[in-house]
């Protein structure tokens, strides 16, 4: 069925739902959850599931958030293939629901994770659709919502949708570098930390496969990056848009220096590009020009207008005196890496407001803490439901079973000493978080400190990396 829509002839995918038996389902290999070897078996996908330490398949907790019966209230979007001449389907998305499906009926491996399973009809209900499809449905319902990290979400985009191999994705092809530093595997790290404009600056050509350097070197600089990320010399506040300053300079010069005797290898190419065509180098005036942040969102400048004008736009003669405030630490104490789900989709949000609101991009902001401490509320009780057993999760016991170790972690920092001193110049210590947190919700007046604020999202946030944190 064909359509209009914004003055475009569009025509309506092909869908529908068929119940199929559970052996003609195959497991997809290529998810990118955790990409395996195309010739796997169902049950080698599933055995390697069951195996999975780093908490990406999760099946178990799956199994308990569906409870005695399996949910069929999101199906899983399938695409039909011929296996020797019989029909067979793909499963593009819900691959765990299939394989908890699978375990019913075909039960557990010998070895490996064991646990108690819904009950699941023998034909279970699939959107069928064309391959395009399947892959727009893939796309739109893990790419943005943190089940994916920046690298996964580029290696789709390269294998599936034409897109070039973002430096994520060369980088872990180089260097296995997002295996080894996870660290790495954030958008701000990708667009500003590691833009082509700052590679050339630590001494990389970003035109060449293996950016014209040894792969020691390469592995010096991706160590020196992430560890610099992991102590907060660089984060979404700090150095984002000079991160040359926060490396070693004997390193850099290192590398350049590398660089001038190393073979000369493949240029790169863009996707889709004829033999022989490479990427566009980037003009001399383009390096020149300072790092942009990349908006993902094209309405957010809409959303959050900017409040003052630049330095270049202000009236001949007038001038802005800048007001001095004593220098706070970073919200959440720099950025966090917590497994993909609504804990992390929660941090992030809030960091990113926190961030926007320092820019002077809100609008009305002048309750922005008291609402950022609701919000901090929120991500605490949040963090409770997923990690606290039982019906009835408590926040006083999510805050008894962290915020000590937590504050320790804090004080065995480099900058330890500083960061537990401006925790208790603001009262925000394990025995008074449960009580802050609560606060959130109440009275505006006494949630607004600033100061305060910040104190208390550091603490929560180490609690967090204990809970939450990725493996």
Not at 72 to 87: N, Y
Not at 93 to 108: M, T
Not at 203 to 208: A, R
């Amino acid at each position: 069925m064909a359509r209009e829509k914004g003055g475009r002839r569009s025509v309506l995918p092909q869908q529908k739902v068929v119940e199929i038996p559970l052996a003609q389902l195959r497991l997809w290999t290529e998810n990118p959850r955790d990409p395996l070897d195309g010739d796997m078996t169902n049950e080698e996908i599933i055995a390697h599931a069951l195996h999975d330490d780093s908490k990406r398949w999760n099946l178990r907790k799956l199994a308990r958030k569906m409870g005695d019966h399996y949910d069929t209230s999101e199906l899983p979007t399938v695409v039909r293939i011929d296996e020797g001449g019989r029909p067979r389907y793909r499963v593009y998305d819900g691959n765990r629901r299939v394989i908890l499906a699978l375990l019913q009926q075909e039960g557990f491996p010998e070895d490996g994770d064991q646990f108690e399973l819904p009950l699941v009809p023998a034909r279970l209900p699939c959107n069928v659709c064309e391959q395009d499809t399947a892959l727009e449905h893939v796309l739109r319902k893990h790419s943005n919502n943190g089940t994916w990290g920046r690298y996964e979400r580029d290696l789709f985009m390269h294998r599936y949708m034409d897109a070039d191999k973002s430096v994520l994705v060369r980088l872990q092809e180089l260097a296995d570098a997002v295996t080894r530093w996870p660290e790495l595997n954030q958008r701000y790290v990708r667009d500003e930390v590691l833009n082509d404009r700052h590679l050339r600056e630590m001494g990389l050509d970003p035109e060449y496969e293996d950016y014209g350097v040894s792969a020691e070197m390469m592995d010096e600089l991706l160590q020196s990056i992430a560890t610099a990320l992991h102590e907060g010399r660089i984060d979404t506040r700090k150095n984002r848009n000079d991160p040359v300053s926060a490396l070693p300079q004997d390193l850099l010069a290192k590398i350049r220096q590398d660089r001038e005797s190393h073979p000369a290898g493949r240029k790169i190419r863009h996707a889709g590009c004829a033999d022989g065509e490479t990427e566009r180098r980037p003009a001399a005036e383009d390096a020149a020009r300072p790092a942009r942040i990349e908006h993902e969102d094209p309405q957010e400048m809409a959303l959050f207008p900017e409040q003052e004008r630049s330095e270049q736009e202000r009236p001949a003669g007038s001038r802005r005196t800048r007001q001095a405030r004593r220098k706070s630490l970073a919200v959440f104490g720099g950025g966090l890496l917590l497994r993909p789900g609504a804990v992390n989709n929660i941090y992030r949000t809030l960091d990113e407001l926190w961030v926007l609101n320092e820019q002077g991009k809100l609008k009305n902001s002048q309750a922005f803490v008291a609402v950022f401490r609701m919000g901090l509320r929120l991500l605490a009780e949040t963090a409770t439901a997923e990690d606290i057993e039982g019906k009835n999760p408590n926040l006083s016991t999510y805050v008894k079973k962290y915020a000590a170790k937590a504050k320790k972690n804090l004080r065995n920092r480099a900058d330890g000493q500083d960061v537990v001193t401006y925790l208790d110049a603001q009262a925000v210590t394990p025995d008074s978080m449960l009580k802050m947190l609560q606060s959130g919700a109440h009275g505006y007046t006494s949630t607004n400190n600033r100061e305060q604020a910040i104190a208390l999202s550091i603490l929560l946030g180490q609690m967090l990396i204990l809970s939450h944190g990725r493996e």
